[in-house]
Nanobody
């Protein structure tokens, strides 16, 4: 089985910073695209940032210049550095990855989500 486990969420004041981490583990053959989504209260899930295995990193317009996605392929881990946080960044943040597994034909995996609250 493959699992994605996120960490790093919490409560932060406006203008502050947080770094989220997501590590894939299990019977992994190869991790392709990795990315972050978020779901604000009462709204639909939206893409925040995506880092393809061999392509251009993309960001939502609302986070460009403030958030940075990075990955450590040796650790099957993706990070989201979030700076200059705003109250509208409050959401549950989910990690997503395209993973080729030894034990399943499934390719699309999601983490359990980590809560980020930006409030004074």
């Amino acid at each position: 089985q493959v699992q994605l486990v996120e960490s790093g969420g919490g409560l932060v004041q406006p203008g502050g910073s947080l770094t989220l981490s997501c590590t894939a583990s299990g019977s992994i053959f190869h991790v392709y695209d990795m990315g972050w989504y978020r779901q604000p209260p009462g709204k639909q899930r939206e893409s925040v940032a995506r880092m393809p295995w061999g392509g251009e990193t993309t960001y939502a317009d609302s986070v460009k210049g403030r958030f940075t996605i990075s990955r450590d392929n040796g650790k099957n881990t993706v990070y989201l550095q979030m700076n200059s946080l705003k109250p509208e960044d409050t959401a549950v943040y989910y990690c997503n990855a395209d993973i080729d597994s030894y034990s399943s034909h499934q390719r699309d995996y999601w983490g359990q989500g980590t809560q980020v609250i930006v409030s004074s």
